[in-house]
């Protein structure tokens, strides 16, 4: 995989990258930006899937502050520097990965584009860049696996240690390499939104899910159908070392309880057995960082899962430099919530992030044009990125830090 990602080049255009897809479609020319993309899969998408994506929990309280944090830091330049030969690429976990952001983990996505998983990991690939698997997602990881072998995977540890490491096994014989483990559900968070707009677990068909098929005609024939047509109702596939229950099943809830007992032993228990890179994703505090640590974690994802947990909870941006500080500056610490711009990416950077997750824009992304909407989100915060490292007088991410950004 190394090899691959080398091989690649370090910036593209969005025309260049959406080229890799076949016949871009039209509708990609009015998307300038990651923003773009929502209001564009809002009209694209059934109420109740795009509410499920958009949603959180309670308030959205840490919704928007994942935004707003942005908005408290601003930048310090550097000028009359030689930035010609600028390069974003960025080494972690012994991967070259040719942009320091990468997709983040999204559950059920193959709900909003046909094969969603298979199209957010073969653009990543395509574009050098890491993505990461859902433990909820539709598709067996097996497949993931074998069309896009770099792909990193996301586990929810289930209720027992025998179950966990069956899951840890199948992983580990499907061939991914990085394992993330998200910590941060022991229980189901409130999310009364996607009550509201009609989304629930297990989906179940309404008039209102009729309806928005009705008048959204192309997402019924080119994900619904086309999904029932050739694989039949969607599964869980990869919450356990077997097959998980349908999406309309009633036992679903089933499938995601028992996790509030969970504790640090599991995660000393998968370090034990798991032989590639473990990743904790869910920390929100340094005393957390700094067990993730000693338990054996080689990184952590800093998350307030994009606000659909705790409501009240800060953004990890507002955490991100005490627990570099905390970790020092060789332990790769990563981040997600609420990034948008090249500019928030870089702002992570100067706090010591080594790598930023995105999600909800790339999962608005391939509802809108598939994998050449996705190549053309990865191209647009590409090109973000290497005009700010410019006008910040840098050639390269690793020389982004504290002297570049000052809080407001």
Not at 2 to 22: C, F, K, M, R
Not at 217 to 243: D, I, K, Q, Y
Request: hydrophobic share 45%; charged share 20%.
């Amino acid at each position: 995989m190394a090899t691959i990602l080398s091989s690649l080049p370090d910036a593209q255009s969005p025309a260049a990258l959406a080229a890799l897809a076949p016949r871009p479609p039209a509708v990609l020319r009015r998307m300038l930006s990651l923003g773009d993309f929502e209001e564009a899969a809002r009209r694209r998408l059934p109420r109740p899937i795009f509410g499920y994506i958009a949603g959180a929990a309670e308030d959205n309280v840490s919704l928007r502050d994942n935004r707003k944090v942005f908005d408290e830091y601003g930048f310090t330049t550097r000028v009359l520097c030689d930035v010609s030969q600028r390069s974003q690429a960025v080494e972690l976990f012994g991967e070259r990965y040719s942009s320091p952001f990468g997709i983040a983990p999204m559950g059920i996505n193959a709900l909003s584009t046909y094969r969603g998983d298979l199209v957010l990991a073969r653009a990543a690939q395509r574009a050098g860049i890491a993505s990461v698997l859902s433990a909820t997602s539709l598709i067996p990881l097996e497949e993931v696996a074998r069309e896009s072998p770099g792909t990193w995977f996301q586990a929810y540890l289930p209720g027992d240690q025998a179950r966990i490491d069956a899951l840890i096994d199948r992983v580990a014989h499907a061939g991914f390499r990085t394992l993330v483990v998200t910590v941060d559900i022991p229980i189901s968070a409130n999310r009364e939104n996607n009550i509201r707009t009609g989304f629930s677990t297990p989906l179940k068909p309404s008039l209102r899910l009729a309806w928005d098929g009705m008048v959204r005609p192309r997402w019924v024939a080119g994900t619904l159908l086309r999904t029932l047509l050739h694989h039949g109702m969607p599964h869980f596939e990869n919450s356990f070392a077997t097959r998980g229950a349908p999406i309309v099943s009633s036992s679903v809830l089933r499938d995601f309880s028992a996790r509030d007992h969970l504790s640090w032993r599991h995660i000393e228990a998968i370090r034990r057995r798991w032989k590639g890179p473990l990743v904790v994703k869910g920390i929100l505090s340094v005393e957390d960082a700094l067990k993730a640590r000693h338990a054996g974690a080689d990184g952590v994802v800093l998350s307030n899962h994009g606000g659909r947990q705790l409501d009240g909870a800060v953004s990890a941006m507002r955490i991100l430099e005490a627990v570099v500080a905390a970790l020092g500056p060789c332990y790769p610490v990563l981040i997600d919530g609420g990034f948008r711009r090249g500019s928030d990416v870089l702002k992570a950077l100067a706090l010591g992030a080594r790598m930023v997750l995105v999600g909800r824009p790339f999962n608005y992304a391939a509802a809108v044009a598939g994998e050449a909407g996705v190549l053309h989100a990865i191209a647009l915060l590409r090109d973000e990125i290497d005009r700010n490292l410019a006008m910040l007088g840098a050639k390269r991410c690793q020389e982004i830090g504290p002297q570049h950004i000052v809080r407001r």
